[in-house]
């Protein structure tokens, strides 16, 4: 099976890609089928948005499409910035400046408990899809720590790994992410629908 993943983001296409790569025919990017623009995320939850994204891309190409939602959630900041994540100090989708807010927006708190959770949809038509979550426990560091990963990844501090996502192997970090274990979790229902449906799916 031929999929499209419905991300303009060169390091979540990496991510995803690179945990798939054995399990599909072919990935192909929004570049690779014409696809430039970028959709509004205005749902209200995670699965919402990875389904307007996911809708989107499906209705311009008619390929199955997997998209994707991820936020952090603050437990002291009442679970923010959590859908508006990319977007936190603005629309222009600006890394430095989302931790930079958030940092600021954390000073003084003794409570940095925080958690990344990703929901991921597969789409076979417009009503007909999987999604599947996954979740990662840590807290927000009081500075940047290591210069890899993206994202808010240099001030998450993973509870299992003991570092920061930003200090982290790209191998390291796909061992315990909460877009990894969205994956696989996406993986066993996928693996369902094929036992029910007897079909197949995967390579």
Known sequence: MKIVL????EHKFKEISTILKDRFDKILSLSDVGINYQVEETGSTLEEN????ARFVFEKTGFVVLAD???LMVDSLKGAPGVY????CGKNHDYRGNRE?????????SNRDAHFETVIVLLFGLNDYIAAKGRVDGKIMDEEHGD???????IFYSYELKKTFGECSENEKNSVSHRARA???LILKLKEKENENNSRFFR
Do not use: C, P, V
């Not at 990875?50 to 994204?53: Q, T």
């Not at 958030?102 to 003084?108: D, S, T």
């Open 85 to 88: 994540s990319a977007r936190y």
């Open 183 to 185: 994956l696989q979790n």
């Open 6 to 9: 419905a991300t303009s983001n």
């Open 148 to 154: 890899n990963g993206f994202g808010y990844d240099s």
């Open 69 to 71: 939602d991820t936020g």
């Open 101 to 109: 807010l958030l940092l600021h927006n954390l000073k003084g708190n």
């Open 50 to 53: 990875a389904l307007i994204k």
